[in-house]
């Protein structure tokens, strides 16, 4: 499973994980993005599901270790990681022949991108509420906290705001990082994915 | 002391300030980080402070926002569905604030432990599987090269008129031209590392061996010391809040 290409891949993606930050930093836009390496792999590793998963999850640990370093709050959404990774295994992984296909078929591709993004959304919000509650009180700095403000205010508890916030999110922010992850999965060099999967065809390196 | 001997007492302290130690059990914490701060840092604890501070005071505020101004009441106050007070939410965030800066205190006092070391000294001082810290290796290694890539197609990008330096709609349009430029950028740089300069130059077998040289040690030294305390610690404090809240 773990071939060198593929370690290596594993040390890319985390490296994009931590480095997607300054790309938002340096063209100010209000996302995150955090999760474009964790979700290449899974497509990269087509359509060997297992090792997409282990390896999008060692990349988003590994990620996570080194960006703790500037990012100190970072690590404690270590579950959200996980779960991301067999969200993608599990539901991005089919999707990787239509996100490849040439010429591309853009109707099939916007639902597919539109499908994976909100579920991951979905599952990222559902996960990471326990940590956004308990370690940071609902209020993680970033403009869904007003949303927070708000559901708390309409008489809903905590936990509840905190998810809904994370609903009213996430999802977005998901399918903006399943389009980028599935536009560079279409960019990336043929050469580069054979080697990332020559252990399946036996010309394992 | 070992990275691992710091880094696990780092783990003791931060586990131990979330698990919402009362008084006694919050002073205690607070006496051992600084004793470990004072001894094992020095100096440069300041700096620690300054950074966490740097961290937390605008997290701080905008809960402050949020919970005093916006909402006006403490979360137990709106679970138990009684009259909220302001008071009672700015206590509720000083609390969460507190913690925080704690937790990253620790942090950035563990890091500033061996703050002579290079990442790639520590990476090898770390008691790690091998896998692990060749991975730790060359993820510092790749984001280094991404950097650089990220610069280099950030500035072509503003020259072309693609992106622009302050906040625009075009960056918001075009912004993923950057990531992608970045991600070709550092795939062909790795196919030229896998396929040619690595095998022969043996990179892999190298960066092993630079790892593993000197056999590092899980614990050793001042680990000694400071574990059993910290351990001791912990109990001092788990007994302590038992008493308070009797």
């Known amino acids: 499973m773990f071939t060198t290409p593929r370690l290596i891949l594993i040390a890319l993606g985390a490296a994009l994980n931590c480095s997607i930050g300054t790309i938002v930093y340096l063209v100010k836009l209000p996302i995150y993005l955090d999760s474009i390496g964790t979700i290449l792999i899974v497509l990269l590793l087509a359509p060997d599901r297992t090792a997409a998963f282990i390896c999008a999850w060692a990349a988003g640990w590994v990620g996570l270790a080194v960006s703790g370093l500037i990012n100190p709050f970072l690590p404690w959404f270590a579950l959200t990681d996980v779960a991301i990774a067999l969200v993608a295994a599990l539901l991005v992984v089919p999707a990787a022949a239509t996100f490849r296909a040439r010429p591309l078929r853009g109707d099939v591709f916007t639902i597919q991108v539109a499908l994976c993004g909100i579920v991951l959304g979905v599952v990222s919000a559902i996960v990471s509420a326990p940590v956004v509650v308990y370690l940071f009180g609902g209020v993680t700095g970033s403009g869904s906290a007003f949303v927070v403000a708000l559901f708390l205010k309409d008489g809903l508890h905590l936990m509840s705001a905190a998810i809904a916030s994370g609903l009213a999110a996430d999802p977005l922010d998901k399918v903006l990082q399943v389009l980028l992850a599935a536009l560079l999965y279409r960019a990336t060099p043929g050469d580069f994915i054979a080697m990332l999967r020559a252990s399946e065809t036996g010309t394992a390196s | 002391m070992t990275p691992n001997g710091a880094f696990t007492v780092g783990f003791i302290l ?202 590092s040690r899980v614990f050793a030294g001042a680990d000694r010391i400071w574990l059993p305390i910290t351990l001791a610690a912990g109990c001092a404090i788990l007994l302590a809040d038992l008493a308070w809240k009797r």
Not at chain 2, 164 to 172: G, L
């Open chain 2, 14 to 215: 931060i586990a131990l300030s979330v698990a919402e130690p009362g008084p006694r059990g919050a002073a205690v914490l607070v006496a051992l980080a600084l004793a470990f701060a004072v001894i094992e840092v020095g100096g440069a604890s300041l700096i620690a402070l300054k950074r966490a501070a740097i961290v937390v005071l605008p997290l701080a505020l905008f809960m402050s926002l949020v919970w005093v101004g916006l909402v006006g009441e403490a979360p137990y106050q709106i679970a138990a569905d009684i009259v909220g007070t302001r008071t009672a939410a700015l206590v509720y965030v000083a609390k969460l604030s507190g913690r925080l800066f704690f937790v990253v205190a620790v942090i950035q006092l563990v890091f500033l432990r061996f703050a002579d070391l290079t990442p790639l000294q520590l990476v090898r001082a770390l008691a790690l599987p091998a896998p692990v810290k060749r991975m730790l290796a060359i993820t510092l290694s790749l984001i280094g090269t991404l950097r650089h890539a990220i610069d280099r197609a950030h500035i072509a990008l503003i020259a072309s008129g693609t992106l622009t330096r302050a906040p625009s709609w075009r960056n918001a349009v075009h912004s993923w031209r950057l990531i992608q430029a970045v991600w070709l950028s550092a795939v062909t740089i790795l196919i030229g590392r896998m396929r040619d300069k690595w095998p022969v130059e043996g990179t892999m077998a190298r960066l092993d061996g630079a790892l593993d040289r000197g056999k």
